[in-house]
Each structure stands twice: as structure tokens, then as C-alpha cells.
Nanobody, 124 residues
Framework: QVQLVESGGGLVQTGASLRLSCVAS????????MGWFRQAPGKEREFVAT????????YYADSVEGRFTISRDNAKNTAYLEMNSLNPDDTGVYYC?????????????????WGQGTQVTVSS
């Protein structure tokens, strides 16, 4: 079965950096666009970033543009989210998701598979 496993979350201070990883199994990774979402307590899941199958196209939420970088290594079946200049508004559970399309979907309902999430907490 398909599995997406996130790692790399943690508790950091404002201004710190983290790198999240998402290892995929049970699917042909290069056939899927990959996205990152996050969910803060009491809030809806929100889009963070997405990357096309080949990695040539990316799209970011305005709130993370210029601070976060999405990348992927198709040989390792892994997607990454490099997060810099973190602030308390970035706190939440971060999820990676896979979508079998040629698009860059921004809404969670368009994604086929999800990981279990990794917690990121940024203290002020």
C-alpha cells in the first residue's frame, strides 16, 4: 500500500530553520506531484507549497514565499520542505501529500495520498 512518512519536525525558536522530509513508498514517485500542507490547532488545513512531477514547477503560499523551499529527489522517493526564518505563525502539523496529475493543485481535496504529519512548533 501507499505510504508517505514525514519527519524533521520539532520545537525551534523564532528565526530558526528546519528541513522536513517525506519518504514515499508503494507508488511510482515520479508520477506524482507533491505538496506540503499545514494545520494549526483550531484551523483548517492550509496549502504551503507544491512541486510538479519533474520538479521543474513549484508554487508557494504567499505566507511562505521566499522563506520555504520545496524540492524532491525522485531517485530517493523523497520530497523535502526547507523552512527558514520560522516564526510562531508557522506552528502546526505539516503534512505531505501526493497527487497523480500534471497540475499543481492547491486544495487538499485534489491530493490522493497523505502522510501522518510531523509537528512543527516555533516559540517566540
Amino acid at each position: 500500500q501507499v505510504q508517505l512518512v514525514e519527519s524533521g519536525g520539532g520545537l525551534v525558536q523564532t528565526g530558526a530553520s528546519l528541513r522536513l522530509s517525506c519518504v514515499a513508498s508503494g507508488l511510482t514517485f515520479s508520477n506524482y506531484a507533491m505538496g506540503w500542507f499545514r494545520q494549526a490547532p483550531g484551523k483548517e488545513r492550509e496549502f504551503v507549497a507544491t512541486m510538479s512531477r519533474t520538479g521543474l514547477r513549484t508554487y508557494y503560499a504567499d505566507s511562505v514565499e521566499g522563506r520555504f523551499t520545496i524540492s524532491r529527489d525522485n531517485a530517493k522517493n523523497t520530497a523535502y520542505l526547507e523552512m527558514n526564518s520560522l516564526n510562531p505563525d508557522d506552528t502546526g502539523v505539516y503534512y505531505c501529500a501526493a497527487d497523480r496529475s500534471y497540475d499543481l493543485p492547491l486544495r487538499p481535496q485534489y491530493y490522493d495520498y497523505w502522510g501522518q504529519g510531523t509537528q512543527v512548533t516555533v516559540s517566540s
